[in-house]
């Protein structure tokens, strides 16, 4: 596609279970981002992938939430045992290089934890 | 690290005057700096960004920005607001010493009266 997929475009989820989140990046792109948006609030960074080299996982705010990228391309951001503070919109980014390249956002998932 | 501050959460002004959003930022490496915007309900969208040369920036829809090292500022402005403008907007930093990842700012939501 064009510009970064992330599906689903929403998520409802009752507390406890597990769930997984997809975004494609723009073919070719070398980095990716997870970021985590709260009704209100910023951009909360989660994670970032670059190329081969291991991702910066500082963002994590719990050893609830995982991402992997296969591949180089594709990546699923995983929340288990989702709890309510968990709603937000979870937007994915990905650019051509990193150092001063633009970030193309996809739409984002709005996850709900009911 | 890096960090931003965006101290508006929200800017009131009517249509036609001028606006700007202030952005400060810490880092103790020279660093990129980005204005993204995000209309209802959508992704980010890139304004404008600065890399190096000359300080002051001009992105889309008739926004520009300065960059002031001495004040670690970087300004959004716009001589004239169209309601259209109204939107949330996100100043953004990257620094090559954190591998580049994006560090966000809280958000200033402008809001475009008639």
């Known amino acids: 596609g064009a510009g970064v997929s992330q599906s689903p475009s929403n998520k409802v989820t009752e507390k406890g279970k597990d769930v997984e989140l997809r975004c494609d990046p723009i073919s070719g792109h070398t980095a990716l981002y997870w970021y985590r948006q709260s009704l209100g609030q910023g951009l909360e960074f989660l994670i970032y992938?670059?190329?081969?080299?291991?991702?910066?996982k500082s963002g994590l705010p719990s050893d609830r939430f995982s991402a992997e990228r296969t591949g180089g391309s594709v990546s699923t951001l995983t929340i288990q045992r989702t709890q309510q503070e968990d709603s937000a919109v979870y937007l994915c980014?990905?650019?051509?290089?990193?150092?001063?390249?633009?970030?193309?956002f996809g739409q984002g998932t709005r996850l709900t934890v009911v | 690290a890096q960090s931003v501050t965006q101290l508006d959460s929200q800017v009131p002004v009517f249509e036609e005057a001028p606006v700007e959003l202030r952005c400060n930022y810490s880092s103790s490496v020279s660093v990129y700096l980005f204005w993204y915007v995000q209309y209802p309900n959508q992704g980010l969208q890139l304004l404008l960004k600065y890399l190096s040369g000359s300080t002051l920036v001009k992105g889309i829809n008739g926004f520009e920005a300065e960059f002031n090292k001495s004040q670690t500022s970087f300004h959004l402005r716009k001589p004239s607001v169209h309601i259209s403008d109204t939107a949330e907007y996100f100043c953004?930093?990257?620094?090559?010493?954190?591998?580049?990842?994006?560090?966000f700012g809280s958000g200033t939501r402008l809001l475009v009266r008639p």
């Open positions: 980014a990905s650019s051509p290089r990193h150092g001063g390249t633009e970030a193309f």
């Open positions: 992938f670059q190329g081969n080299s291991a991702p910066d």
């Open positions: 953004a930093v990257s620094a090559p010493g954190s591998s580049y990842k994006l560090i």
